[in-house]
C-alpha cells in the first residue's frame, strides 16, 4: 500500500501537516488537497492543539504547487475524476478551496510554516496564509501561475501586496520567476533563514514557545491582527478592546499573574 500524499500528526499540543510526495517535489494532487482540508478543520476544532507547522517530507521541497497532471486538469475539465479524491474535489470545490487556502476559513490558532526546498505556485500561496515562515538556505519561491496559463488563485492577488511593497508583489505575480531565500527575507515574506537541517528544529522551537502561551490571548491576539487589516483604525480600536476584554475574564489572564507571582510555569487550560 503507498503512503498517504498528506501526513497529518499530533505530538505535544503541537500540529503537524506534512505534504508527502517527496517523489514529484511534494506537488499537491486531489489526495493531498483533500487531507489537508480535513486536517485544517481538525486542528481549529481541537482544543489540545495550539500551534501548527506546516512542512514538506524531504529536503527537496515544501510543495512545488498544484499537479499539473491530476488536480490542475480536473478544474480544466482535461481530466475526468478516477477516484474518490478526485469527486470529493469536483464535488466539494468551493469548501475546499476556502479551507485548503484557508480563505473564508477563520482560523486564529496559530501557523509555522518550514520550508525545505521548492515553494511554488500553491506553496507559495499557501505560505501567505500563515503567521511564521523559516526557510532553508537553498529554498526557492514563486508564485508563478500566470507561466502556465492560469493566473494565481490562492489568495496572492489579495494577500501578498499587504504583506510586501505593492511593486514587489506585482513582480512576483506577473512575472512568475524564481526568488531565493535571501530575497524572500530580504522582503518580508520570510522570518529567518537557516540551514536545512536546523528549520524543523527552528519551527518546532517558535512552536514550543507559542504553546506555552495563554492559547486564549495567543488566538484573540492573531485574530485581532487578521481583522484589523480590512478595517479602519477606530474599528480596530474597537474590536482590540473587545478581545482584550474578552481575554482578561479567562481563567488564564489570573493565572499568568498568579504563576508569575509564585516563581513558576503558568498552567493554562485555554479558559
Not at 10 to 29: H, M
Not at 125 to 147: C, G, K, M, P, S
Not at 229 to 252: H, I, K, Q, W, Y
Request: with cysteine; charged share 25%; proline share 5%.
Amino acid at each position: 500500500m503507498s503512503e498517504p500524499a498528506f501526513l497529518y500528526e499530533k505530538r505535544e499540543g503541537i500540529a503537524y501537516l506534512t505534504f508527502n510526495r517527496p517523489q514529484v517535489r511534494n506537488a499537491v494532487n486531489p489526495e493531498a488537497a483533500c487531507r489537508l482540508a480535513d486536517a485544517w478543520q481538525d486542528y481549529a476544532e481541537d482544543d489540545s492543539l495550539r500551534v501548527a507547522i506546516i512542512t514538506g517530507a524531504g529536503d527537496r521541497a515544501f510543495t512545488a504547487g498544484a499537479d499539473l497532471g491530476t488536480l490542475i486538469p480536473l478544474f480544466t475539465g482535461a481530466r475526468q475524476p478516477q477516484d474518490e479524491w478526485d469527486r470529493r474535489v469536483l464535488q466539494d470545490r468551493q469548501m475546499l478551496d476556502s479551507v485548503v487556502m484557508l480563505r473564508g476559513f477563520p482560523l486564529y490558532k496559530p501557523i509555522i510554516a518550514a520550508i525545505n526546498g521548492f515553494c511554488l505556485g500553491l506553496g507559495a500561496e499557501l505560505i501567505q496564509a500563515t503567521d511564521l515562515r523559516i526557510a532553508a538556505e537553498h529554498a526557492t519561491f514563486a508564485v508563478n501561475e500566470v507561466v502556465r496559463g492560469f493566473m494565481p488563485g490562492g489568495g496572492s492577488t489579495v494577500r501578498l501586496a499587504r504583506q510586501i511593497p505593492l511593486c514587489k508583489a506585482m513582480e512576483i505575480v506577473l512575472v512568475g520567476e524564481h526568488m531565493s531565500a535571501q530575497e524572500a527575507y530580504r522582503i518580508g515574506l520570510v522570518n529567518e533563514v537557516v540551514p536545512a537541517d536546523q528549520v524543523m528544529l527552528k519551527a518546532e522551537a517558535l512552536a514550543r514557545k507559542i504553546a506555552a502561551n495563554g492559547p486564549v490571548a495567543v488566538r484573540k491576539t492573531k485574530e485581532t491582527v487578521l481583522r484589523s487589516l480590512s478595517v479602519s483604525f477606530d474599528e480596530g480600536f474597537r474590536l482590540e478592546r473587545e478581545n482584550a476584554d474578552f481575554t482578561m475574564r479567562t481563567e488564564d489572564a489570573k493565572e499568568g499573574p498568579r504563576a508569575f507571582m509564585e516563581k513558576r510555569q503558568p498552567r493554562y487550560v485555554g479558559r
